[in-house]
């Protein structure tokens, strides 16, 4: 079997984003394009001689042969195995628990997360380290290096076997593991949780249901969820994973998950409701006529975690990105334990866990972990928040209640403005960063603002500073707005404003959180002159 170098010139757009590298399936379709990135990640982490990576991805368009490719050119770079999920499918928390578990030196997660599936839709590739998280700013800087200066990228002149076959297989002198994509994930489940509990939930009756959008999470909710804790079956619902998500955008959120929201919002619903995206790292979660937003969930799980037998003894610490509500932070504080404000990206969370500073992380991306992986789980926060409803006996709603009575309620919600253009985009977060200064004191919409910055990060792990990370305004009355235009989209710039508004008041916790942020939310608008700018008077999403 020969070994070819094949002769290439960089491509200029390889520069990874929030996540990875995403672009139009079409794009990474491209001839070189994938393989001149995989060639820069091999070179960009030293090369990849001897070394084993584990590869999977969440079975969009063009996952089985792209996979097939990269293990081509692991196996003419060197590589003495490739453990592989079968049909090429990992959900990104089971790759990067595989990647711990078997000591690999990293491995190559084929996703575009929640973004649509298709061959007109996105593709995705990112890299995670010997962790099992995703690759570092420093490495990410050296591999987007190297698609700048690539001349060249070596692949075997032959095809590999079926990803259908579990076993272990030769291609050259690499060895290719097949191994089931889920056995492994669901076990490290039963040893964090309490599966007598739940089970003993579903047994009385108890009722859920989980959306795994046509994405990679079905197969392993089916197991975990109706196998070994005896759900009905039907609990999950659109299970089987389809290359375009079912047509579908597989994103969990009120907005993309509609279909779960109704059945949660109509007659008869299920005690609990769960959904998960493309990849498997993010998560909804909804009870009977009960949303509850990823920040309020990490806050929650924060506070109860200790009643699942993975955290019994206690948390060490929680990190939220910073456009997180700071719901948490008050968890933390009441519980004498540590907590950390990181940059949006779940890879800033890497070195705090394994520092061992936190056990818990979260993100207002729909986005929970703990420090069992190194990414975001969706299924895990699901499991979690059946633990503790088992262990409570309460309900979704009697939980948030009694939460928000205890410690008040960050009113919470995302406005996002989708395929602006990239220009005037860039001019609107130029403008704020130019205004920061003069801002406090000014009036908008009647608001005052009292403060205002670009928000950077000083890694306390690694004193690695990251700037540039969203601009952040302060209201007078405790409101904030940030503002930050989005690392994963694939068209235009997507720009992102969160807002947020602490309510101690008990008789106003059960507000519509558009109507508790109306103020916030005008202010907000005015000062980023969001519709003079972009010509939008509404945003594309609200979550
Ligand atoms: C990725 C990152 C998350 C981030 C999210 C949104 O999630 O892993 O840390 O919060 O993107 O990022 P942005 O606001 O830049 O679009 P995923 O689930 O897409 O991999």
């Not at 079905?218 to 290359?243: D, F, Q, W």
Request: hydrophobic residues 40%; proline residues 5%.
């Amino acid at each position: 079997m020969t070994v070819q170098t094949i002769a290439t010139t960089p491509i200029a757009d390889q520069k990874p984003g929030t996540s990875g590298l995403r672009k139009k399936t079409r794009v990474f379709m491209q001839p070189a394009y994938l393989q001149n990135y995989v060639q820069a990640i091999f070179d960009g982490i030293g090369g990849v001689a001897g070394k084993t990576l584990v590869i999977g991805g969440d079975g969009r368009y063009y996952n089985d042969s792209a996979i097939g490719i990269i293990l081509r050119m692991a196996a003419a770079n060197g590589v003495a195995r490739c453990i592989v999920g079968q049909h090429g499918l990992l959900s990104t928390p089971a790759a990067s628990h595989l990647i711990r578990k078997r000591c690999a030196d990293g491995g190559l997660i084929l996703s575009a997360s929640h973004n649509p599936g298709g061959v007109d839709a996105d593709f995705g590739l990112k890299y995670n380290g010997p962790n099992g998280g995703p690759a570092t700013e420093a490495v990410t800087a050296q591999i987007f290096a190297r698609t700048l200066d690539i001349a060249s990228y070596r692949i075997l002149g032959a095809e590999p076997g079926s990803l259908a076959d579990l076993g272990e297989s030769r291609l050259g002198e690499m060895a290719v593991e097949i191994v089931d994509p889920v056995a492994d994930y669901a076990m490290l489940m039963e040893e964090l949780f309490d599966f007598d509990a739940i089970s003993g939930l579903f047994n009385g009756g108890f009722r859920m249901c989980f959306d795994a959008m046509h994405a990679v999470t079905g197969p392993y909710a089916r197991e975990i969820l109706e196998h070994r804790l005896g759900a009905p079956a039907g609990t999950v619902i659109n299970g089987i994973p389809s290359p375009d998500f079912g047509g579908g955008h597989p994103d969990p959120n009120p907005v993309w998950a509609k279909t779960l929201m109704d059945i949660m919002h109509g007659p008869n619903a299920p005690d609990f409701g769960a959904a998960s995206d493309g990849d498997g790292d993010r998560n909804m979660i909804v009870g009977a006529h009960c949303y509850v937003s990823p920040s309020d969930s990490l806050a929650l799980l924060t506070d109860l975690a200790h009643l699942a037998p993975g955290y019994s003894g206690g948390l060490a610490g929680v990190a939220r990105s910073m456009p997180t509500s700071s719901a948490a932070d008050r968890v933390a504080e009441a519980k004498g334990i540590a907590h950390f404000e990181t940059p949006t990206g779940w890879k800033f969370f890497g070195n705090l866990l394994d520092a061992g500073k936190v056990t818990i992380c979260g993100e207002e991306s729909a986005g929970t972990g703990s420090d069992h992986v190194r990414e975001k789980d969706g299924l895990w926060a699901v499991l979690l928040w059946l633990n503790i409803l088992a262990a409570t006996g309460k309900s979704v709603a009697q939980l948030m209640a009694e939460h928000w009575e205890r410690y008040g309620r960050n009113y919470y919600s995302r406005h996002d403005y989708e395929s602006v253009d990239i220009t005037v985009a860039n001019a609107l977060i130029d403008n704020l960063r130019t205004r920061l200064k003069r801002l406090p004191g000014q009036v908008f919409a009647g608001v005052t603002i009292s403060g205002a910055d670009e928000f950077s990060y000083d890694d306390p792990v690694d004193g690695s500073i990251s700037t540039g990370q969203g601009i952040r305004i302060y209201f007078e009355g405790g409101g904030r707005a940030v503002f930050r235009l989005s690392g994963t989209g694939t068209e235009g710039a997507t720009l992102r404003v969160y807002l947020e508004r602490l309510e101690t008041d008990p008789v106003a916790l059960a507000q519509d959180p558009q109507v508790a942020l109306a103020s916030i939310i005008a202010a907000a608008d005015t000062v980023a002159e969001i519709a003079n700018r972009t010509g939008r008077t509404t945003p594309d999403v609200i979550t």
